[in-house]
């Protein structure tokens, strides 16, 4: 199995900044894309943003010139760096990894269980 640890999520004043990390462990053979997605309360879950193994990035237009997406292939990880928040932000973020996992050779998603950003005075 593929696990997907999230961390960095709080409480955060509007303009304020969080980072968001997520590490993948487990019977890894390879990862594609890694992102963020978000959901509000009464919506769907959105993309935020995503990068692929060879670093080209895709983010949302609520979010771009404001978020920054990062990876370290070395340790599996992904980063969300989150600058001039807004409460329109508020949202628990999910991590994603669409994986390769042994034994089996065959590319699933997974999912983290959520970090809460809340932005608000």
Do not use: H
């Not at 080209?56 to 404001?66: C, I, M, T």
């Not at 340790?75 to 949202?91: F, G, H, I, W």
């Amino acid at each position: 199995q593929v696990q997907l640890v999230e961390s960095g999520g709080g409480l955060v004043q509007p303009g304020g900044s969080l980072r968001l990390s997520c590490a993948a462990s487990g019977t890894i053979v390879s990862i594609n894309n890694m992102g963020w997605y978000r959901q509000a309360p009464g919506k769907e879950r959105e993309l935020v943003a995503s990068m692929t193994s060879g670093g080209s990035a895709n983010y949302a237009d609520s979010v771009k010139g404001r978020f920054t997406i990062s990876r370290d292939n070395a340790k599996n990880t992904v980063y969300l760096q989150m600058n001039s928040l807004k409460p329109e932000d508020t949202a628990v973020y999910y991590c994603n990894a669409d994986s390769r996992r042994f034994p089996t050779f065959r590319l699933d998603s997974y999912w983290g269980q959520g970090t809460q950003v809340t932005v608000s005075s």
